[in-house]
């Protein structure tokens, strides 16, 4: 009788003690869900963020085009995710089931998704929904003030369908052939190029460097704003419509980016993890700031207040791809390189007469290339272990391990770049040949807020009407 009991006592500690490891990871799954969630509604404001920013950085009478823009881009850009971006970007191979490293085949229009409700997936789908829509911001920033309104609605079908998640697979997927997270047929992690993949935690080059790249080509081929560049080589200064826009978007960026960096931790139960990314997400804003402010008022011997607010950004973008794997005081270091950065490669395009709007190539595509670096030398050997571990003796440059990491960040970085110039290239010279690209000289005069539906129809005569 004692066997018997000893034996019933034992099974029923046993499936307790089952049952009770099943709920723990039914909770941990459900505060995971939860916390991506509430990263995506934290990242939903960055798109109110650069609305503000943008419309407080052009002229007076672009606002209005401004603001119709981002919600333009915003809603054809979640279409577009949902029929053909994530499917490029996380959907697996379709020929024979095979995967394919470059480009990912299922799933479009969430085919196969709906057939057996997965809340883990649609979490998933929700937080990279906004991740696509920010190259898009990104670019419709750069080339604000002097483009066609249908140019914001078809960039953003080719951005958020083609471009940009084709970058995702490679970077991000589990058959990407620089991704991190690449698995072989036994379910191993296992990189394709060695090392521990090509390491971009929250997207300095995924995101940032695509937006900024995409940008870039924008802006030179378009040119520069009417009145922006004069004969004798200056360059005209043109003031922002409102600060105190500028300001707020610009804080609402930053309130923003706790859900883009926490937003990309696998499970709540790295929530020592979620506490230190806010902590050097904070450093690497401040610190970038100030030293943009402070070389603002080295060379210009006066302080700019959007200098800091860019510089702000700047850090931001920097510290996204090694915020998990670096140390707090590195956070800092990175930041203020970052608006060093930032600053230096502004006046370089000024230099080269490229107008950029609200300096997203500086602040994107290369404080995110320094982000993407960042990681290769600063990475700790604890922290990249933990967070990614499929080659424990490769981590952060600076701290001793041999180059391979660092070298395969540049592999990384010079293949999203190159990937980035050769397709927006084509697509913005057909845009321009087809006349569909920038504004006659008097429609940019005028302004394109007006005659195109988007002039309220009343205005009230006691309002000062404000001019350039």
């Not at 089931?97 to 998704?113: C, D, R």
């Not at 690449?182 to 390491?199: H, K, Q, S, V």
């Amino acid at each position: 009788a004692n066997n018997y009991t000893d034996i019933a006592l034992a099974t029923l500690d046993e499936n307790f003690r089952a049952y009770a490891q099943e709920r723990r990871e039914f909770g941990t799954l459900i505060s995971t869900i939860l916390l991506r969630f509430f990263s995506m509604c934290l990242m939903l404001m960055a798109l109110a963020g650069y609305g503000l920013v943008e419309a407080g950085s052009v002229r007076e009478r672009n606002t209005k085009n401004i603001l119709a823009k981002n919600l333009i881009t915003s809603t054809v850009g979640g279409m577009t995710w949902w029929g053909l971006g994530y499917a490029t970007a996380y959907g697996e191979g379709a020929k024979n089931n095979e995967a394919n490293e470059f480009l990912g085949g299922t799933n479009f229009f969430s085919n196969g998704m709906d057939d057996s409700v997965d809340a883990e997936w649609y979490a998933r789908w929700s937080v990279n929904w906004v991740f696509s829509c920010v190259p898009i911001v990104i670019v419709s920033g750069a080339i604000a003030g002097r483009c066609k309104m249908h140019i914001y609605p078809a960039s953003s079908v080719f951005l958020v369908g083609f471009i940009y998640p084709t970058v995702v697979h490679w970077c991000w997927s589990t058959e990407g052939w620089l991704s991190p997270f690449r698995t072989n047929d036994e379910g191993e992690i296992e990189p394709l190029l060695g090392a521990n993949g090509f390491i971009d935690f929250s997207g300095s080059g995924i995101v940032h460097m695509t937006g900024g790249g995409v940008a870039f080509l924008g802006t030179w081929i378009v040119g520069s704003r009417n009145g922006r560049f004069l004969p004798d080589g200056t360059v005209a200064r043109m003031e922002p419509y409102s600060l105190p826009l500028a300001t707020a978007g610009t804080l609402l960026i930053w309130f923003s980016w706790y859900g883009f960096n926490t937003g990309m931790v696998e499970e709540f139960k790295d929530m020592d993890y979620v506490c230190k990314i806010a902590v050097s997400s904070t450093l690497a804003a401040s610190s970038s700031g100030l030293s943009a402010m402070l070389l603002h008022a080295a060379v210009k011997r006066e302080v700019d207040i959007i200098s800091v607010l860019r510089g702000i950004v700047a850090g931001l973008v920097s510290i996204s791809s090694s915020v998990i794997i670096v140390e707090t005081h590195m956070a800092a270091a990175i930041g203020i390189a970052a608006g060093l950065v930032y600053k230096s490669t502004s006046m370089l395009l000024l230099w080269l007469r490229i107008d950029d709007v609200l300096d997203a190539v500086p602040v994107h595509y290369f404080c995110g290339l320094l982000g993407c670096l960042a990681a290769g030398l600063l990475g700790t050997k604890e922290d990249t272990t933990e967070m990614y571990g499929a080659s424990p003796g490769d981590y952060g440059y600076f701290y001793g391990a041999p180059p391979d990491q660092l070298i395969l960040q540049c592999i990384g970085a010079a293949s999203i770049t190159g990937w980035v110039m050769f397709t927006s290239f084509f697509f913005f010279k057909f845009m321009d040949i087809f006349d569909y690209f920038r504004l006659s000289a008097k429609e940019e005069r005028e302004g394109l807020g007006r005659d195109r539906g988007l002039d309220h129809p009343r205005r009230h005569p006691s309002l000062p009407k404000l001019l350039d």
